[in-house]
T-cell receptor, first 114, second 114 residues
Framework: DQQVKQNSPSLSVQEGRISILNCDYTNSMFDYFLWYKKYPAEGPTFLISISSIKDKNEDGRFTVFLNKSAKHLSLHIVPSQPGDSAVYFCAASVRSGSARQLTFGSGTQLTVLP | DTAVSQTPKYLVTQMGNDKSIKCEQNLGHDTMYWYKQDSKKFLKIMFSYNNKELIINETVPNRFSPKSPDKAHLNLHINSLELGDSAVYFC?????????????FGQGTRLTVV
């Protein structure tokens, strides 16, 4: 039962163009969404997040959009750079007791072509 | 300074053996996690500890036992290793609910059971 889905396992984009990574979720209790970036042989690193009360959050070249009615979020990277090539994980957060539990998607491999 | 460090990075062992993976964080976080990344690349939570107390225990075989000697350490012991345990295991930490699920990950331990 995948509560967070990233249906595109891979995406290739030309340098300088926009990269759009998509994520869908099913659990309406999720109230915080995050994107993580992962290089080979490293752990995921936090990239950007958005609260469920917002529909957009921007940080430099990275913007996350949230459509709660569609249970869909997307990460926009513009302009894309070769160093952005990595696996991007979408994650959704819900409080579980005294901590927050993260549920991850399966990731999308982004390749930015020079 | 590595924020979340786990050892070893690679572990190859035979079926039936018992092994441990160590994790330490120097961020002063209250919550630590173990995640498993399976062959389909999903990151799935296994355990979560908050201030040395177990708060999340997903459906994991009881051959897996986390040990938290203090809130900066969360070690993972695995008994009677099976072929299906082969995966990459990630340790992570976060502040408690104030962290809103933003977690810092270690570099991962690639476990191969032969």
């Amino acid at each position: 039962d995948q509560q967070v889905k990233q249906n595109s396992p891979s995406l290739s984009v030309q340098e300088g163009r926009i990269s759009i990574l998509n994520c869908d979720y099913t659990n309406s209790m999720f109230d915080y969404f995050l994107w993580y970036k992962k290089y080979p042989a490293e752990g995921p690193t936090f990239l950007i997040s958005i609260s469920s009360i917002k529909d957009k959050n921007e940080d430099g070249r990275f913007t996350v959009f949230l459509n709660k009615s569609a249970k869909h979020l997307s990460l926009h990277i513009v302009p894309s750079q070769p160093g952005d090539s990595a696996v991007y994980f979408c994650a959704a957060s819900v409080r579980s007791g005294s901590a927050r539990q993260l549920t991850f998607g399966s990731g999308t491999q982004l390749t930015v072509l020079p | 300074d590595t924020a979340v460090s786990q050892t070893p990075k690679y572990l190859v062992t035979q079926m039936g053996n018992d092994k441990s993976i160590k994790c330490e964080q120097n961020l002063g976080h209250d919550t630590m996690y173990w995640y498993k990344q399976d062959s389909k690349k999903f990151l799935k939570i296994m355990f979560s500890y908050n201030n040395k107390e177990l708060i999340i225990n997903e459906t994991v075989p009881n051959r897996f036992s986390p040990k938290s000697p203090d809130k900066a350490h969360l070690n993972l012991h695995i008994n009677s290793l099976e072929l299906g345990d082969s995966a990459v295991y990630f340790c992570a930490s976060s502040r408690d609910t104030g962290g809103l699920g933003k977690a810092f990950f270690g570099q991962g331990t690639r476990l191969t059971v032969v």
